[in-house]
Structure formats: C-alpha cells, structure tokens
C-alpha cells in the first residue's frame, strides 16, 4: 500500500495542450518574501503550475520570483516548463476592461504570454446577482478572452465559479468554450452533476479549496472514514483529498506556505483510492454538505 513510485500527472485539455494536474495555489500569499520562498521551494519540489488571480494582489511578487528562477540554472527550468494561471476580477468585466486587465496581468507577471487566463466569477462586482447585466459583461469578457487568444497573449482560457446554467448560455455565443471550470470542490461538496456537466462539454473541472479551506485536516471537522483511509495507504488527510479529486478527473491546486506540506501534497499523486474508498469518501457528503467559499449559483 505504501509504494511510492509514481510519475506527476498531467491532464489534456480539449485542444490538446497538457496542464500538470497538481498546481500550486497561492490565494493569501501576501508578503513579497513569503510569496517568492514558496514558489522557489515548489518548483524545487516539482511543480510546474503555479495557480494565482489579480484579485489575490500577488501577481508580480510571483512574477519576480519567476524571473529569479528562469535566470538560476540551478532550478533547471525555462518559461516553457512553467503552467501560470491568473484570472480576471470580478470588477473587471467587459470587453476593454478584460484586455486592460489581461495588460496589467502580462506586465506584472512579467511574461509574454500567459498559459490560462480564466474569468474569475461569473457575475459583476457592484451590480445585483440578478441584475441582467451580469449576463451581458461576462459575454463581452469571454470576447475578449477570445480575441486575446487569438493574438497568442494566452494560450488558453477558462472560467472559474461557473455553474451548468453558465455553461450552458455559453454554447449560445462561445466561439471557444472553456479549457477549464475552476470551482470549490471537497466531500462536503461533491458536486457530481457540475464535473460530469463539464466534462462531457470537454471541459476540464479544476478544484479549489480541496481541504475545504482547511477545515478538513485541521479538526474543526473529522470523519473518521477519512482517518481509516488514510492510514490504509500510509499517507495523510490532505493527500487522500487531493487524490479524491484528482480521481473524479479535477486538476487540484494545494494551497500551503509549508515546505513540508508542499512535498506531502505534491506526492498525493503516488496513490490511486479503490473504489471502495472513492465511494466511501462520496459518500460523506450524504450526512453532511458545506460551502465554504462564494456561490455563485445567485448569479443570474
């Protein structure tokens, strides 16, 4: 059970190009010192995708961490090795203000192009969630997007929060649909219909929050169910999470500024769940349910 050889996956997106299945989350690094320490420290660990948003205000400390990397060979990688995703704030909607945004993403990153670039929410800071006009500058954010790949600024766009209601007005007026669906995910929210909805559309569903913003691991909720499992294969909470979610087909992105954590939830990518096991974790989510982030399903 306690084998450990493994290679680190990578997940085909619907046009062919692959996305390391295990990417670093950076939500709440904040300090300029810490915010470069953990990326240096993953990518010496082997993460090749870095996960972060304009909303999370650390985009150019990662950008200056990646340029310190690029010019150390000793990290022994180049721009090419390196997935970067940012995402649009909700208070950038609409089609000028999405290439503006996309601008200032690209020059703070201090990169050409960005591999992914996903609308962060799908409603409008400011306005009503039921406000019609939600509808109206997410199209024109989605246009720009489109355009922007085209010119090779991004290489591939996405959504993130985006219920089947969302996705399904897309096929309306998409000329590409999402690469991607970034959303919470965890077994106190095993939203079975949203990832099969994606991915029958080829879209790939991305989880965020797999520990349930720590709420998982820390004990402010224990199921023993996972404590079983996890002795089972010699491994820990958080890892029996993010293989979870990585076996219901979800690209996962680990959030910690823990060196060690940062190897343990890189290698939950040795272990594969029986699916015994998978079903036991679903099953959590019978007895109890919990969002711990946004829900964008009061968006219209």
């Known amino acids: 059970m306690c084998n450990m050889d493994y290679i680190p996956r990578y ?9 390391p299945t295990v990417g670093l989350g950076t939500f709440q690094l904040i300090d300029m010192d810490t915010t470069k320490s953990v990326i240096k420290d993953a990518i010496r660990v082997g993460y090749r995708h870095i996960d972060t948003a304009a909303v999370y205000g650390n985009e150019e400390m990662i950008g200056e961490a990646l340029q310190e990397i690029f010019s150390d060979e000793s990290f022994g990688v180049n721009r090419g090795d390196i997935w970067i995703t940012s995402k649009l704030s909700p208070g950038s909607q609409g089609y000028e203000s999405t290439i503006y945004a996309v601008q200032i993403s690209l020059a703070k990153l201090k990169l050409e192009y960005i591999d992914m670039y996903l ?11 039921q406000d019609p006009q939600n509808k109206v500058n997410r199209i024109e954010s989605w246009r720009a997007l489109e355009y922007l790949k085209d010119k090779n600024m991004i290489r591939e766009i996405g959504v993130s929060n985006y219920q089947i209601s969302h996705l399904i ?13 970034q959303c919470e ?13 994606n991915q029958s559309l080829g879209i790939a569903f991305e989880a965020y929050s797999s520990f349930g913003e720590g709420n998982l691991v820390n004990g402010n909720y224990n199921f023993p169910v996972l404590e079983e499992i996890a002795s089972k ?3 820990s909470i958080a890892q029996i999470l993010l293989c979870w979610g990585m076996q219901h087909g979800a690209i996962i992105l680990p959030k910690t500024s823990n060196t060690n954590r940062l190897v343990q939830n890189f290698e939950s990518q040795k272990i594969t769940l029986s699916e015994d096991d998978m079903d036991a974790i679903n099953n959590i989510s019978l007895t109890r349910t919990k969002r711990f982030i946004w829900d964008s399903n009061i968006i219209l």
């Open 119 to 129: 609308i962060h929410w799908p409603g409008t800071s400011g306005l009503d969630p």
């Open 169 to 181: 007005e897309m096929e309306e007026y998409a000329k590409y649909l999402p690469s991607v669906n």
């Open 233 to 235: 294969y010699c491994a």
């Open 185 to 197: 995910f965890h077994p106190l929210l095993f939203t079975k219909d949203l990832v099969e909805f």
């Open 11 to 19: 997940t085909r997106l619907r046009d062919g190009l692959e996305i």
